[in-house]
């Protein structure tokens, strides 16, 4: 697909949609049947460096609680029986570059494989590090790497981040993970403010260029602490979560074999909303296991405390899928690269 065939896809309307995402499907089923792979979620700190303009847990936010789980707290999330059954811990955090954190994420990491007895991935989503940090990750056994890319597009970026964030660097890190031999993780909001539809499709083919291996993608919500609240109007709902489902479709499309999750944030504007992604060509779903009580804290936008897991497996099943427990759920992408 070319930019122009991207952008067509991105506007259809909601019954010429219908197509987009049937052969969307046809595709995801293709290579990964009717499963469903699970990833356990542990927000494990939201302290963070990075001050961008559109999340609630940027440096700037002084109206929210910080914490850090501790090590036991990890490792008794990502032991649990219901990690356990997803076969991975998606590890996350706000971002912040020390020798202490990177070594105790080491340490961590090197109890939850020895607790599990390595029978769960652990993947990593804690931002841009040196590549010496990256490798000491990797070393410890870490599978995968998450770094959403946010916009790929300069001016847009510049919009969304203070002017010491560097999307170069961003862009670096990427390649440093491909490199160290990482499943990469990218992703992207749909439905920002200044986003048009060029640059949702310029984001689609830069995945496609860096040969990422998996995507999260979901809508844009919006959080009244943030400067992009008041800085200029926000698109609709439905457009925020309808163009989601398009963009997720035409990865599908772009790159057949990726892992694609939809984001936290598909739920925060609607129940229903990462099943309808999964209905688009979506094949992975994150569960999250943040205990309750910090849960709250890690408020990236804003959303309801949640309801939101609960029945969701039981919607996949109902929806006719397979969930894929006890299954790492490797990118194909990833897999066939590395044979
Ligand atoms: N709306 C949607 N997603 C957001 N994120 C951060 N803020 C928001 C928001 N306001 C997402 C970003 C980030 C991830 C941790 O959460 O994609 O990478």
């Not at 340490?107 to 841009?128: D, F, P, Y």
């Not at 039981?314 to 044979?339: P, R, S, V, W």
């Amino acid at each position: 697909m070319k930019l122009e065939q991207i952008l067509e896809n991105l506007s259809l309307d909601a019954g010429n949609a219908k197509t987009l995402f049937a052969k969307a499907m046809a595709v995801k089923k293709q290579f990964y049947g009717d499963k469903i792979y699970l990833r356990a979620l542990i927000e494990f700190s939201n302290i963070c460096s990075k001050d961008c303009y559109y999340c609630g847990i940027r440096k700037s936010n002084l109206s929210i609680p910080r914490y850090r789980l501790t090590q036991e707290q990890i490792i008794e999330a990502a032991s649990s029986p219901l990690a356990l059954r997803c076969a991975n811990v998606t590890l996350q955090s706000g971002e912040v570059e020390n020798p202490n954190f990177a070594d105790e994420i080491a340490k961590t990491v090197r109890e939850i494989k020895r607790a599990t007895q390595n029978k769960v991935r652990v993947i990593l989503s804690c931002g841009e590090q040196t590549r010496e940090v990256y490798k000491l990750w990797k070393e410890e056994g870490v599978n995968r790497y998450l770094l959403k890319i946010e916009s790929s597009v300069p001016k847009l970026y510049s919009k969304l981040h203070p002017e010491n964030h560097s999307l170069q660097r961003r862009k670096e890190s990427l390649v440093i993970l491909k490199e160290l031999g990482y499943q990469v993780g990218s992703g992207m909001m749909v439905g920002l403010p200044f986003q048009t539809t060029e640059d949702i499709a310029k984001d689609l083919l830069f995945f496609k260029e860096y040969n990422i291996d998996m995507c999260g993608l979901g809508p844009y919500v919006e959080h009244s602490d943030t400067p992009l609240y008041n800085l200029k109007e926000i698109p609709s709902k439905e457009y925020r979560l309808f163009t989601s489902y398009k963009a997720i479709a035409c990865l599908r499309l772009l790159m057949p074999d990726i892992n694609i999750v939809p984001a936290t944030s598909h739920d925060a504007l609607d129940p229903k909303g990462k099943l309808t992604a999964l209905m688009c060509g979506a094949n992975v779903v994150m569960l999250n296991l943040t205990p309750p009580e910090e849960r709250k804290h890690y408020k990236l936008y804003q959303r309801e405390q949640s309801q939101l897991d609960k029945d969701i497996t039981a919607q996949i099943t109902e929806l006719g899928a397979e969930i894929a427990y006890n299954d790492f759920g490797d990118a194909l992408h990833f897999t066939k690269e590395n044979n």
